[in-house]
Nanobody, 115 residues
C-alpha cells in the first residue's frame, strides 16, 4: 500500500522559512519521480516542484529561486525547503506520486504565512 505522510507545516512570518518532509512507503521510492503540489483556499491545485529519479529538479515560476525540492533515498523521503515565504504561499502542501494510472497524495500539511 502506497503511503505518503507530509509534515513540517506551520505558521511563519513573511520572509521566513520552513522545511516540509514527506515520508513514503509501499513502493520503490528510488525508481519514482516525486512532486510537491499545493492548494490555496478557494483555488485549485498548483504544481510547484518535481524531482526525478536522477535528481534533476523543476519548479513553478511562482517558487523558483525560493523553494528547493530534494530527496533522501535512504529515508524514502522528499523535502521542500521554503525560503523567503510570502502570504501568497499560504496553502495546504501535498506530496504527489504518479505511478502508472494511479495518482497518490498524502493528507497534506498546512503552511500559513502571515504577519
Amino acid at each position: 500500500e502506497v503511503r505518503l505522510v507530509e509534515s513540517g507545516g506551520g505558521v511563519v512570518h513573511p520572509g521566513g522559512s520552513l522545511t516540509l518532509a514527506c515520508i513514503t512507503s509501499g513502493f520503490d521510492f528510488s525508481a519514482r519521480d516525486m512532486s510537491w503540489v499545493r492548494q490555496a483556499p478557494g483555488k485549485g491545485p498548483e504544481w510547484i516542484a518535481t524531482i526525478v529519479t536522477g535528481g534533476a529538479t523543476t519548479y513553478a515560476d511562482s517558487v523558483k529561486g525560493r523553494f528547493t525540492i530534494s530527496r533522501d533515498v535512504a529515508k524514502n523521503t522528499i523535502y521542500l525547503q521554503m525560503n523567503a515565504l510570502k502570504p501568497e504561499d499560504t496553502a495546504v502542501y501535498y506530496c504527489n506520486l504518479i505511478k502508472g494510472p494511479e495518482n497518490y497524495w498524502g493528507q497534506g500539511t498546512q503552511v500559513t504565512v502571515s504577519s
